[in-house]
């Protein structure tokens, strides 16, 4: 079929064909319909299957009709990169309706967001903690939301924003349409969808396992060699853009500097950099500036690079459904793409259930001419596993006082034994005059 079956109109049918859309994918053709009728829809589909546009379009297509200037679409993201793409689909979608759309996140300024706020928007793309922020200055009021959409629920879940998001749903109307999108269906995330959806249509799209367009090898190695096999991997993989995963922050920053001493086009996104700084390193990849980004999971979800010809994992993530989001950058569109995961013999467990998810054993490969057998003193090694815990300092046992020797826990005048002098009682706390005791769980705290 072809998106001219949907009816949409002339202002947004100029924008479908702005970005070359000719046939809808499986999930946008199961999911405007119901959606465009105004029913409650839980969409269960892997990502980089055009879920955006499947609720971006319709809601469009309603928001075109009514009031202007006022927000009316709520859609709720669980990163700061998905928000912004999500904003950035809905403005080209919507480039010939004069629809407004706004993308409110952390780590960057608050005044940008709320001018935009207070000159009038009829769609908001949020995270949940910046937009909590934005509710209780009141600048912005959702008793005339229409439409809620809540997607990636279930990395919303992993992040730990079901309270926000449930205090959110608190705010927006009783009677407006509700859209969950999720790739996999968590406990959690199903006694959520009972809790705001009411008599919703599941659509779903596949299995929540990795896209079929992606294949897999596994890469078994020491792991103070993954460094040194990454710089001899990179050349055999052509030109195409390469995503590699790695579990900290740390080390996402230290093997983007090492790649790129080496010469190569490498960049890193991780959470300690700055919003600008995070966005020029994605933007650069986006361009091909950077052929090559090492990041955290924060690039799991939300990161639209169609180029993207290999994911790497250069530590094996903890779940199934982890590694179903990271290697979910590539494959995308009905391209084909390649899964390539660094293990060691202590992954053994973390393999097997990938493999169960997949129903098949993944291939192991080695890369010709590379030195298994290198030393440590040999490799480009600098990260290595946990570390584990520091052991604690014996405590020095008690020693007997001599009789008569003073109790001050030093020796006196040379008599008797010196035994550990008894800790000073702690200093009551007094709250400063005229100042409440801030709650752990204030806004003021929260991470974003």
Avoid: W
């Amino acid at each position: 079929m072809s998106f001219s079956e949907f009816n949409f109109s002339p202002r947004i049918a100029a924008g479908i064909d702005a970005l070359g859309y000719e046939q809808p994918t499986p999930i946008q053709e199961k999911a405007i319909p119901p959606v465009l009728a105004g029913r409650d829809v839980m969409g269960l589909a892997q990502t980089g299957t055009g879920k955006t546009a499947a609720f971006a379009l319709p809601i469009l297509q309603r928001l075109e009709r009514g009031p202007r200037r006022k927000p009316r679409a709520l859609i709720v993201a669980p990163t700061r990169e998905l928000a912004e793409q999500i904003h950035q689909s809905f403005v080209a979608l919507g480039a010939k309706t004069g629809l407004r759309s706004v993308a409110i996140y952390g780590g960057v300024g608050v005044t940008p967001q709320t001018d935009a706020l207070r000159r009038g928007v009829e769609i908001v793309v949020a995270c949940p903690g910046r937009l909590l922020d934005h509710v209780g200055q009141g600048n912005v009021d959702l008793s005339g939301i229409e439409v809620l959409v809540l997607d990636e629920a279930d990395r919303m879940f992993d992040m730990g924003f079901l309270p926000d998001v449930r205090r959110i749903v608190r705010a927006t109307p009783a009677d407006r349409q509700t859209l969950l999108f999720s790739a996999t269906m968590p406990d959690d995330i199903k006694k959520l969808a009972g809790e705001v959806l009411k008599n919703p249509l599941t659509v779903q799209i596949g299995q929540p396992a990795p896209a079929e367009t992606v294949s897999h090898a596994l890469y078994p190695v020491a792991q103070h060699l993954k460094t040194t096999l990454l710089k001899a991997l990179l050349p055999t993989l052509g030109e195409g853009s390469v995503l590699v995963f790695t579990k900290t922050k740390h080390r996402a920053k230290r093997v983007a500097e090492q790649l790129a001493k080496d010469g190569f086009r490498a960049t890193s996104l991780q959470g300690n950099l700055s919003q600008n700084k995070r966005q020029a390193a994605l933007d650069g990849f986006r361009a091909g500036d950077h052929q090559i980004m090492v990041a955290t999971d924060i690039a799991a979800r939300g990161i639209d690079v169609l180029r993207i010809s290999h994911v790497i994992n250069y530590d094996m993530p903890d779940t199934p459904e982890a590694y179903t989001h990271r290697i979910g950058r590539t494959g995308r569109a009905e391209r084909t793409g390649e899964a390539y995961t660094m293990v060691t013999s202590e992954d053994e467990a973390d393999v097997r259930a990938v493999e169960r998810v997949l129903g098949q054993r993944i291939e192991r490969r080695t890369l010709p001419g590379f030195d298994y057998a290198m030393p440590k003193a040999n490799a480009d090694e600098f990260a290595r596993g946990p570390r584990p815990p520091r052991p604690q300092p014996k405590q020095r046992p008690m020693e007997p006082v001599a009789q008569g020797a003073p109790r001050g826990g030093a020796q006196s005048h040379g008599q008797g034994e010196r035994r550990p002098a008894s800790p000073p009682p702690p200093r009551p706390r007094t709250q400063p005059q005229g100042r409440a005791p801030q709650p752990a769980g204030s806004t003021a705290s929260r991470a974003r």
